[in-house]
């Protein structure tokens, strides 16, 4: 099978860093830039056009699917959920905005890596960032709008975590 280009989306002005699909077909871009993109196929054009820019001012190194359309997003220490109103329109699923709903601020040093657990968990693993040394696990889940860390996994690891992935067995 041959793949080939059907077409480049450019509009980040740094190195894009995080690529997510969603259900409904809309990509989300991270970048070094700041900006999460969100991008949605024009259907009588067959191309993705930009949908919503949302600046966040601070480099985007990660971005993971949550809890329904829900996103998590991270460029340092703390770690950015976004959400979405939807409505149905003739049986279909209809995605509004996205918005911000919370920042996390459990770790001390850098986020290195987050993995959707499924039924509305995620997790994220720590990393050196200044001295600051975080080499944790946090367990997340969403109660009633808001995201708590329900666990941390305490000394897990000595030295920083650098990829999270769940096992289903």
């Given amino acids: ?11 980040h002005d740094k190195c894009v860093t995080t690529i997510v699909e969603l259900e409904d077909g ?3 871009s991270g970048s070094l830039d700041g ?19 949302i600046d966040k001012g601070k480099p985007i190194l990660l971005i ?3 809890n329904g359309f829900n996103i998590a997003y991270t460029g340092g220490e703390n770690i950015g959920i976004l959400g979405t109103n939807t409505d149905l329109n003739d049986g279909r699923l209809i995605l509004r905005d996205y918005y911000e709903i919370c920042e996390l601020e459990k770790h001390k040093g850098k ?41 941390k996994i305490l000394n897990a690891h000595d030295a920083d975590i650098n990829s999270l992935i769940l096992l289903i067995s």
């Fill in 35 to 53: 900006k999460i993109i969100i991008w949605e196929e024009n259907q009588k054009l067959k191309q993705y056009m930009i949908r919503q820019e």
């Fill in 64 to 66: 993971i699917k949550i």
């Fill in 1 to 11: 099978e041959e793949y080939f280009s059907s077409q480049s989306l450019s509009h």
């Fill in 26 to 28: 809309k990509i989300i």
């Fill in 111 to 151: 986020v290195n890596c987050m993995c959707n657990l499924n039924n509305g968990y995620f997790a994220s693993g720590g990393a050196d960032l200044n001295k600051r040394i975080d080499h944790n696990i946090y367990i997340w889940k969403e109660f009633g709008g808001q995201y708590t860390s329900s666990q």
